[in-house]
Structure formats: structure tokens, C-alpha cells
């Protein structure tokens, strides 16, 4: 008999579909079709590399747009980016102590997609979650509070950084992936309750490889629920690249029978189109889940306690910087389109810092939580116990 050690098995190599040509992650390549309006949607054309399909078929290219949506996202994106920068600072003031994730260079994610859905839709993320919080119904007095531990913040400045939430956004969650299976949760009781909406449910590449966003995905297909993984894939989990972690990078074929779409994540108008296919695939087509992945850039590192120098290179972060910036890019489109003067945008810009430095100082004013309020907000509304036991027997908190 021939030993073990003698036998033979044939290599099996798994074939993903070839792919013709790279992403693009330009943020300025969508074309206009015709002329601009002041009041009337007009007609743009996306670039045709801003997607890439797995087992389904592509968004149009073709859209419509209007200058008063352009112009919004532009405030959006760069309010959020100077809360964003004022976090920063905040935390290197020692004001804001503890994890900080920021989200500066992301911003085409959270204003494209915030754009793209409804508000009775859900949105639940991982940590890097300050923007969301703001657009799904909160406040930058509310984040920057929450940052800096006062009465003032969206969790009354119990919950920090990671947990934040509104009646739409399920937070802000700080156990890596643990939240995906949590958007699959929310999206089988939309389906449950026959609700005509849909969860996007939001991880990073970082996330790809834990098993629970595994097991989201075969409960998700199984029931068929309207239930959009997103990949924001920003190219680096902590301080590890995407190709040193991931035997496969193109997060968005990972779904197995999910169909994937791939998408250009600093081009604004490319997301929203994406997001719109998606909700209209989940929610009026009702054809289940589908994996949307952002392929994105942070330009700060993992967090604050990461300079974000050791695994890429100063050079590296300045080109992405210089060259495919989500905000520049929408500007050159309002510039060279007729739809606002480059003062006119620095007038949004001034608007957007005097806003995040007003709301800074509301924080910073609010009192800190009080002892007492260690004994709310532990159960659900309406469930609490008429009174519960403290540190020690004899200490008891009534409500």
C-alpha cells in the first residue's frame, strides 16, 4: 500500500469571473450630457469603470442630477469633514479621551448613500460612524458631546465614539463585524413586519474575514431579506493592506450566491446611483440581499492612537490626497458645470467651519453626566424594573 505521504491530490484552483478592467477611483470622472439647469434635473453620464458586477447587471450610467442636490452634498461632505477635523483636534487636546475612529477622506460613502435611501430605511455601522450619526437624524453638537462625555451627546455621553444611534442608525458598534449580523436582524424584521424598506448594514475590509459577516450572509440569502452588505473598503484593516489580509481583495464577489457590485466610492454621484439600484433590488424588485462594496480612502490612520505613516507611505496619502480628494472632486463638477463660482463655494466652506466651531462650543459647555445617570437608559423604554440593585446589596436605585 502506498504510504500517505506518497499520495497525490490534483490542485483545485477556485476561479473568480475575469474582470475586465480595474475599478475607478477617480473622483471627477462623471461627464456632463447636457446643459445645466437652475431648477430642472439635467443629464450626466457616469464613467463606465465606476462599477464592476458580480452575477448582476450594471446601474445606468446615464443620471439625472440637480444643482440643488449637488450643492447640498458638497455642504454635507464638507461639514462632516471639518466635525471630523474638529474631533481631531479635540482628541489632541486631550478633551476626548479613549478610541476615536475618523472618517476624513470617506465622505463620498456616508453623504452618497444618505442621498440614495429613505428615512424610514436603516443604516447600521461599525465604529467609524460620526458622519452617519449626524445624517440619519442626530446633531454635531450631539457627536462632538458625545466625543468629549457630556449630557449634551446622542448617548448623554455614556456610550463615546462607537455608540451613537437615532431611530434610523443602529449605531456605531465597536466589536469588529459583530454588527452585521445585527443588520441582518433589522432587515428580517423589515420583511417580517412587511415594511416597505431596507438595512444597510456597513462594515470595512478590515471586517471582511470574521465569520459572523459569513454567516450574516448565508441567513440573509437563505430568507431572501432586504438586507445591502456594505463594504466600505478603504485598502488598509488597522495597519495591514487589503493584500497582505485578504486571499481574495474584490470583497464585493464574497457573497457567494449574492450578487456584488463594486463601486467607484470617491465619486458622490457614483454611490448615490449605487445605492439607489441597490434599495430598488432589495425593496420594490424584492430579489434579497446584494453586496455593495466602496472602494474608498482614509487619509488619517485607524485611529487616533495610529499615525497611519508605518504601513503606507507619507507620499501615498498625499497623492490620494491631491488627486482623487471625494470633495474636490464634486467642486470641479459645480465649477466647471456653471452651478456655483469658486467663491460661492468658499462661502459653503466658511459656513460649514463657523457651524462645526459653534456646535464644538456647545459641547464643551454641556456639564458632565450626572452619578445618577448611571441607572438609566440600561433597559428598553417602558420595560425598567421599578428599582435595581447597586454596587452593593444595600444600594438600591429607584426609577
Not at 135 to 147: A, Q, S
Not at 173 to 182: C, K, R, T
Not at 346 to 363: P, R
Not at 381 to 398: C, L
Request: some cysteine; charged content about 25%; overall charge neutral.
Amino acid at each position: 500500500m502506498a504510504s500517505v505521504a506518497r499520495l497525490r491530490f490534483p490542485r483545485r484552483v477556485a476561479r473568480l469571473p475575469l474582470l475586465s478592467r480595474s475599478i475607478q477611483t477617480t473622483a471627477d470622472t462623471t461627464q456632463l450630457q447636457d446643459s445645466p439647469h437652475e431648477t430642472n434635473p439635467f443629464s450626466v453620464k457616469i464613467h463606465e469603470d465606476s462599477f464592476q458586477t458580480f452575477n448582476c447587471e450594471k446601474p445606468e450610467l446615464d443620471v439625472k442630477v440637480t444643482k440643488h442636490e449637488l450643492l447640498e452634498m458638497y455642504r454635507q461632505m464638507q461639514t462632516m469633514r471639518r466635525m471630523e477635523m474638529a474631533a481631531d483636534a479635540l482628541y489632541k487636546a486631550k478633551l476626548i479621551r479613549g478610541f476615536c475612529h475618523l472618517a476624513i477622506g470617506q465622505e463620498a460613502v456616508s453623504v452618497g448613500l444618505e442621498h440614495g435611501i429613505t428615512k424610514n430605511d436603516k443604516v447600521i455601522t461599525s465604529y467609524r460612524c460620526h458622519p452617519l450619526a449626524v445624517l440619519r437624524g442626530g446633531t454635531i453638537e450631539g457627536v462632538i458631546g458625545e466625543l468629549l462625555g457630556r449630557q449634551i451627546g446622542m448617548s448623554h455621553g455614556k456610550g463615546g465614539s462607537m455608540h451613537i444611534f437615532t431611530p434610523s442608525f443602529f449605531g456605531g458598534n465597536g466589536i469588529v463585524g459583530a454588527q452585521v449580523p445585527l443588520g441582518a436582524g433589522i432587515a428580517f424584521a423589515q420583511k417580517y413586519n412587511e415594511e416597505p424598506n431596507c438595512t444597510f448594514t456597513m462594515y470595512g475590509d478590515g471586517a471582511a474575514n470574521q465569520g459572523q459577516v459569513f454567516e450574516a450572509f448565508n441567513m440573509a440569502k437563505l430568507w431572501d431579506l432586504p438586507c445591502i452588505f456594505v463594504c466600505e473598503n478603504n485598502k488598509y484593516g488597522m495597519g495591514t493592506s487589503a493584500e497582505r489580509s485578504s486571499s481574495n481583495t474584490q470583497y464585493f464577489t464574497r457573497g457567494d450566491k449574492i450578487p456584488g457590485l463594486q463601486v467607484n466610492g470617491m465619486d458622490i454621484i457614483a454611490v448615490k446611483q449605487s445605492v439607489e439600484y441597490a434599495r430598488k433590488w432589495a425593496v420594490e424588485d424584492k430579489r434579497g440581499p446584494l453586496l455593495l462594496e466602496f472602494v474608498t480612502y482614509r487619509y488619517g490612520g485607524h485611529s487616533m492612537s495610529d499615525p497611519g505613516t508605518t504601513y503606507r507611505t507619507r507620499e501615498e496619502v498625499q497623492r490620494m490626497r491631491s488627486t482623487q480628494d471625494p470633495i474636490r472632486g464634486l467642486q470641479k463638477y459645480i465649477e466647471e458645470w456653471g452651478l456655483a463660482s469658486e467663491q460661492e463655494l468658499k462661502q459653503i466652506d466658511k459656513e460649514a467651519k463657523s457651524t462645526v466651531d459653534a456646535a464644538v462650543e456647545v459641547a464643551k459647555a454641556s456639564p458632565i453626566p450626572d452619578p445618577k445617570d448611571l441607572w438609566t437608559d440600561i433597559y428598553y423604554a417602558g420595560t425598567e424594573p421599578s428599582f435595581m440593585r447597586g454596587r452593593e446589596r444595600e444600594e438600591v436605585h429607584h426609577y
